[in-house]
């Protein structure tokens, strides 16, 4: 018997690692949509713990961002859970444009102009807003789906800024909203859960 979910949740999984991937802000660099990099032998790794994690579980449904580093990690989890990933477009990262490959430290003051000003377009990018408004409306959608199976999880394969927005994403707030949040690493899960009639947002989510 597979183990039964206690509240709705949607699993929040960022990829595995790829050759962008450093150990802090200061190396480790933006990939957004321009650099559709695969993920390295330590990427496989992480993405073959997740899987792990995630095979003794109840999951009904397997999306990912198609980008291939999300890819590649939805597959482990997919041959884990007996389950082939579903590509959805609405979990692409944002376009970041010029400021793709550049480190999150020496992007940060731009990338915090361009959330603080999301109807501005990053050159040769998209608006932050843009991205903003297809995620939230994307969240909505997933998060009623989830509430109709509320014992068994649900997973998203997504990337790491995306990732640090839903939490503002989940409490409804305005997309101009910036808090510089960084969440929480390759192969890491984290969780929406609804609780006492409202969805939450858990980092590091361990199962339990």
């Known amino acids: 018997m597979k183990k039964q979910f206690e509240y709705p949740t949607l699993l929040l999984v960022e990829h595995g690692a790829t050759e962008y991937t450093g150990d802090g802000e200061n190396d480790d660099r933006i990939h957004g949509t321009k650099f ?24 009904a449904s397997l999306r990912t961002s198609p980008q291939q580093r999300a890819r590649e990690t939805a597959d482990h989890i997919g041959e884990s859970i007996g389950q082939k990933p579903e590509v959805d477009d609405g979990l692409k ?13 020496s992007a940060k003051g ?8 999301p109807d501005k377009q990053i050159p040769e990018g998209q608006a932050y807003g843009d991205w903003w408004d297809v995620a939230s409306e994307r969240m909505a959608s997933r998060l009623r789906e989830v509430e109709k199976t509320p014992d068994q999880g649900h997973v998203d394969v997504l990337h790491s800024s995306e990732i640090a927005s839903m939490p503002a994403i989940v409490r409804g ?7 510089g949040q960084q969440i929480p690493g390759p192969g890491k899960i984290s969780a929406v859960e609804k609780r006492g009639g409202r969805w939450r947002f858990k980092e590091n989510w361990d199962g339990k």
């Open 36 to 59: 559709d990099l695969p993920l390295t032998w330590e990427g496989h790794r992480q993405a073959k713990q997740v899987a792990d994690k995630l095979a003794p579980f109840d999951i």
């Open 93 to 105: 990262p944002l376009d970041s444009g010029y400021l793709s490959g550049m480190t999150h430290q």
């Open 110 to 117: 731009r990338l915090e102009y361009y959330v603080k000003h």
């Open 173 to 179: 707030d305005p997309r101009s909203v910036w808090d």
